[in-house]
Structures are given as structure tokens and as C-alpha cells.
């Protein structure tokens, strides 16, 4: 079974998760998005 998952982000977004700060979006660490997928999140 395939599965198609859309995500919707500005750019703001992609570029904290790429590392970059801008004042709307944090930066994200690491674990930020393995925090995303069910089961894998730090315990």
C-alpha cells in the first residue's frame, strides 16, 4: 500500500528546519523531527 502525505510550510519553515533562525520560526534542534514520527520520540 502506498501512501502520498502532503505538507504545507512557508519558507520560514524550511529554512529553520535547514538551520537557519529567522524571527517567525526557531531554529529546529536535531530531535525536533524525529519528534514528528510516531514511536521514535525521545523518552
Not at 2 to 16: E, F, N, P, R, S
Amino acid at each position: 500500500m502506498k501512501y502520498l502525505v502532503m505538507v504545507q510550510g512557508a519558507q520560514v519553515d524550511y529554512d529553520a528546519m535547514g538551520g537557519k533562525d529567522t524571527a517567525q520560526s526557531p531554529v529546529w534542534s536535531e530531535q525536533d523531527p524525529s519528534r514528528l514520527l510516531p514511536g521514535r520520540a525521545e523518552r
